[in-house]
């Protein structure tokens, strides 16, 4: 399977950097194709726990070539502390390639991120405040300023003006915030310009160059299905889209190169920020979940919201991506509870009416007050941190992975178990 895409099936969180760092070992590249720094993926391995923003995860592997695709949003500051950080623990990162076409996340989108949060109060969106709304925005309002630009100081300088004039009267004159310095931001940036230098290219001539060679090639979605801007929650969702087809223009191949598309689904579902959760749970299930699962932010230490998994958003998220496998996450965290439950349909009820909903509702507002209807299965109490073999998972737990493989109608690939690197089951 030479060209594969990798998504997240639900809001994001699923462990999706931990399946890269699997499937990577056996890659010769990686590309992120969307999102920014709002997204923190983990992987650990012998040498202790990562978590990386930007940077792909598959760079940890000197024999994998890490790609930053032009549909990402890149913060210079975070991005040069990614590297700074990797290499102080021994990590070469000279296989990094930067898109020249990716656009650059500016100071002032960072201050307009946080200040449309505050000037929506109750309604936010409960966003990673990094600017990535912000910086989506500018690049559809061709306002941006991308990485190419970071090597033409004088241009840098023009975009630079423009775009500081606008922003700072819709910080001072709107939201009655300071504005940025332009002098100071062109001093950074002249900076970062130097420092990123050396990784800029054309990201998807290397990537078609690899899959001329029959190399595999890995694209890591970050987000979620249901975070998705044209598909997901909207409007708590992210600015970008995180499903499969994204992969193609985010890092510029044609979508006849795809060969394969794992969708990543924690085998119960989390969400961090507003919006509506309809497995949500309130109860000591669900702060049992938060505390074995160590369900806190990668990126900004929040709490996650914890539910049952719901099989109505897998199959959406199989629609969505053209699913052609699963990976099942944290399967271990479910061990020790008596029962499980699964969300197999919703139930909506309007004006006397009740309607049944196996498929995602077309509308928001059903799909706010829906109510799940759930399915019973017995739980197992067995700690199966050390399994490596399907036959040697509880029969429970083999009976929950054959409703989710039946319900979603696509296999099963891996399934893990804890999150080091080893920590896998053989499908
Ligand atoms: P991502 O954003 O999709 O890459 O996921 P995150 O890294 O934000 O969150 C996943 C968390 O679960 C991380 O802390 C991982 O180390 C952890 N994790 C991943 N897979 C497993 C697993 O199978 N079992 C357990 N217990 N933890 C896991
Ligand atoms: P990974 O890649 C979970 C959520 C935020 C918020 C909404 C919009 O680690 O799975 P944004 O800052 O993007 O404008 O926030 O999206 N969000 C994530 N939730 N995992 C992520 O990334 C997320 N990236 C954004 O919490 O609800
Ligand atoms: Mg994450």
Sequence with gaps: MP?????????????????????????????????????GHTIVNEEGEFKFHLLPSGILYSHVTSVIGNGVVISPRVLCE????????????????????????????????????????????GTTKRGIGPAYTDKAARLGIRVQDLSDKKILRQKLDTAISVKNDLLEKVYNNPGVDPFEVMEQYAEYADRLSPYIDDTS??????LKRGEQVLFEGAQGTLLDI?????????????????????????????????????????????GPFPTELFNEVGDYLVKKGGEFGTTTGRQR???????????YAVRLNGLTGLAITKLDVLSGLDQIQVCSMYEHEYD??????????????IFYHCTPVYETLPGWQEDITGVRKLADLPSEARNYLELIEEEAGVPIKSISVGPGRDETVEV
Excluded at 103 to 109: A, C, F, K, S, V
Excluded at 242 to 270: F, L, N, Q, S, W
């Design 82 to 125: 990614e590297i700074d950080g990797l290499k102080g623990r021994g990590y070469p990162v000279d296989n990094l390639r930067i898109s020249g076409n990716a656009h650059l996340i500016m100071p002032y989108h960072i201050l307009l991120d946080a200040a449309s949060e505050t000037m929506l109060g109750r309604r936010k969106i």
């Design 305 to 315: 919201r914890c539910g049952w998994l719901d099989l109505v958003l897998l199959r």
């Design 230 to 274: 044209d598909h997901g929650t909207y409007p708590f969702v992210t600015s970008s889209n995180p499903i499969a087809g994204e992969a193609c223009v985010g890092a510029g191949v044609g979508p006849t190169r795809i060969d394969e598309v794992i969708g990543v689904c924690k085998a119960y579902t989390t969400r961090v920020g507003e």
């Design 3 to 39: 060209a594969t895409v990798v998504v997240g099936t639900q809001w994001g969180d699923e462990g999706k950097g931990r399946v890269i760092d699997n499937l990577a070992e056996q890659s010769r590249m990686v590309v992120r194709f969307q999102g920014g720094n709002n997204a």
């Design 352 to 365: 006397d009416q009740k309607d049944n909903y196996v498929d995602f509702p077309p509308h928001q507002s």
């Design 205 to 210: 001539l290397l990537i078609d160059r690899a």
